[in-house]
């Protein structure tokens, strides 16, 4: 099952201030499907030359989007901590 909301917390290293926020993942989609309409394609004339099996594309695109449930990323600086988890 895919992951259907984002959480981000940023925390500042020095001083008091906790920065938590989530957003749901359809608005990450939203903003990404530009993106696969301009590489959709290219896909496609790939797929069509036989270079790559389509239904080999179709189940690694969808593996990667089930892999993103439970994803959590954690980016440490001097001053912030970031951590972004996938629910």
Do not use: Q
Not at 14 to 31: C, K, R, Y
Request: hydrophobic share 60%.
């Amino acid at each position: 099952m895919m992951g259907s909301m984002v959480n981000v917390t940023i925390r500042k290293k020095a001083g008091p201030g906790i920065l938590h926020f989530g957003f749901p993942l359809w608005a990450v989609w939203i903003f990404l499907l530009p993106l696969a309409v301009l590489i959709s394609p290219s896909i496609l004339v790939i797929c069509l030359l036989r270079l790559i099996a389509p239904w080999r594309v179709i189940s690694i695109f969808r593996g990667i989007i089930r892999a993103l449930k439970g994803a959590e990323v954690e980016i440490d600086d001097r001053s912030r901590l970031v951590a972004i988890g996938i629910r």
